[in-house]
Every structure is written in C-alpha cells, then in structure tokens.
C-alpha cells in the first residue's frame, strides 16, 4: 500500500470514489499519483552506512528520487569513493572523504554512481540532503 500525503491511501481514495460516487476509480488513482509525486519530489534526508560492501555503497534511490543535488557529510570514519559508475571504491581506490568533510553532488549521474567504501574496520556514516 501506497501512503501519500494526509494519511490517504490509494486504496481510501478507491474506497471513497466507489461509495460517494464522486470520484472514479481513475480519478481516484491519478489523484494519489498526484499527490505522491509531490511528496516524492520535495526535499529529503538520509543516512547512509558506507561499510565494506564489495562493489562499494550507492546512496538509496527510493530516497533520493530525482534530486539534482546532493550535500553530504562524513561522520564516524574515513571512506573512499568514486562517482563514475564504472569504478568500484576499494581502501586503496577512489576519492578520500575525512570525517567531519563535506560533499556536494551537482547533478543526477553524481548522485546515481556515488559508490563508497570504508578504510578501515570501522564504517562511516553519511548524512545527505538531496535537494529537487
């Protein structure tokens, strides 16, 4: 199930169209694609565990939807990364991120490639913002 914006559901939005007969169940349905891609597509946050994960961690796409920018900062540890979508970070390959560092992403291919991976045998935690 879907939840979108006032706590309406598409499945509220199906019911109250069938019973008041105001609304088709299309109606009812685009409404509540409406309504989710404006809440979708706003500004959201994240924390993200850069771990040891072969092939590196990517930032979540379900959070990051279609943000053309990203701010982010290190905490807890040192990680190394890359944005190129080819390259796996390694704790020798890639981009070196110091903790308390910042780290702007300018543009979707930024944000969709971000790969991270930790140094050491502690895992760093990165808090981005994504901005529509």
């Not at 879907?2 to 169209?17: F, G, P, Q, Y």
């Not at 092939?55 to 796409?61: F, K, R």
């Not at 903790?99 to 702007?104: A, E, F, S």
Request: one cysteine or more; charged letters at 15%; hydrophobic letters at 40%.
């Amino acid at each position: 199930m879907v939840e979108i914006a006032n706590k309406w559901t598409i499945d509220n939005l199906k019911e109250v169209s069938m019973k008041k007969g105001f609304l088709t169940g299309t109606m009812a349905v685009l409404m509540a694609v409406l309504l989710t891609a404006s809440v979708c597509f706003g500004a959201s946050y994240e924390s993200v565990t850069i771990d040891n994960t072969s092939g590196g961690v990517p930032l979540s796409a379900a959070i990051y939807g279609r943000a053309t920018s990203a701010f982010c900062t290190l905490e807890t540890a040192q990680i190394r990364f890359t944005l190129d979508g080819a390259t796996a970070p390694t704790a020798a390959v890639g981009h070196i991120l110091e903790v308390g560092q910042t780290l702007t992403l300018d543009n979707t291919y930024k944000i969709k490639n971000f790969r991270g991976f930790r140094t050491t045998s502690t895992s760093g935690a990165l808090k981005c913002f994504y901005d529509p």
